[in-house]
């Protein structure tokens, strides 16, 4: 797995900025209800995602093209 935006051993806040990276706040609420996107974990009513599994599913949805010379 390749760097990515987030530090990887960080727990993100649904609330954070930095999340508005990959979707709106709303748009992840959607996934969390269709259980796609980013994996995450419940403390509470706080939803939380870890920077390592944040960049582990940029990873897996990066699509990859030829590059024209």
Request: glycine share 6%; net charge positive; aromatic share 12%.
């Amino acid at each position: 797995m390749n760097d990515g935006p987030f530090k990887p051993t960080i727990f993100y806040d649904d609330t954070d900025e930095e999340l508005d990276l990959i979707a709106t706040r709303s748009m992840r609420a959607q996934w969390r209800h269709r259980r796609v996107g980013p994996k995450y974990a419940k403390f509470g009513r706080r939803v939380k995602y870890l920077g390592a599994h944040l960049n582990a599913w940029i990873d897996k949805n990066t699509i990859q093209t030829n590059e024209v010379a």
